[in-house]
């Protein structure tokens, strides 16, 4: 079955950088691949989606990359503020809908 | 504009008993899901529901019911709790299962401890 691995548990980064978090999946290419945010105590929240056939998706200031090569998805946060820090999930979605969810990363950001 | 509201926010069982998880939405969505979330494992799918009528087995669905009530409503039952169902359950809903571009909408979670 369809595992996703998002590799950092952690990631500290200063104010004005940039975060990068790596999201891996195994077997087959997800037709979909989409990213949350998670709040302490809160529900995740949906940020961005990518397409297998779609290189790179933009948002603001977040960026999303898709390698099927790497099998690979990268998201970025440019300019990071301290509102920034929140736990990040990569889900892969199949078209049944079932969605399989990453462990996620928990990104802090200091000013 | 509520979106996926989710009753109660805590609660605490002891081993045997049994309860019910309520979640409802407002957005007219034809999918509902329920999701555990354990630390270091992530978020699980116990059940969900494509539309309203239908429900069917997520990946980890032993010791839970579901009920699609209608198409706002989506109950989780537990019948007789277990200490190994101590989590964070989350009902989700999205316009469809069929798309897989469909993002899902999280209520804010049940705390449940089963002591």
């Known amino acids: 079955s369809q595992k996703i691995e998002q590799n950092s548990e952690a990631l500290n980064i200063q104010e004005g950088k940039t975060a990068t978090l790596t999201c891996n999946y195994t077997?087959?290419?997800?037709?979909?691949l989409q990213w949350y945010r998670q709040d302490p105590g809160r529900g995740p929240v949906f940020l961005l989606l990518?397409?297998?056939?779609?290189k790179e998706k933009r948002k603001e200031r977040l960026k999303v990359t898709f390698d099927t090569t790497l099998k690979q998805s990268l998201f970025h946060i440019t300019a990071s503020q301290p509102a920034d820090s929140a736990t990040y999930l990569c889900a892969h979605n199949t078209n049944a809908g079932k969605s399989t969810f990453g462990d996620g990363t928990t990104l802090t950001v200091k000013p | 504009n509520a979106g996926v509201t989710q009753t109660p926010k805590f609660q605490v069982l002891k081993t045997g008993q049994s309860m019910t998880l309520q979640c409802a939405q407002d957005m007219n969505h034809n999918s509902m899901y329920w999701y555990r979330q354990d630390p270091g494992m992530g978020l699980r799918l116990i059940y969900y529901s494509a539309s309203e009528g239908t429900t069917d087995k997520g990946e980890v669905p032993n010791g839970y019911n579901v009920s699609r009530l209608n198409k706002r409503e989506f109950s989780l039952r537990l019948e007789s709790a277990a200490p190994s169902q101590t989590s964070v359950y989350f009902c989700?809903?999205?316009?469809?299962?069929?798309?897989?571009?469909?993002?899902?909408?999280f209520g804010n979670g049940t705390r449940l401890t089963v002591t």
């Open positions: 077997n087959y290419s997800p037709a979909y």
């Open positions: 989700a809903s999205s316009d469809s299962a069929g798309v897989g571009n469909s993002p899902l909408h």
């Open positions: 990518i397409r297998e056939n779609e």
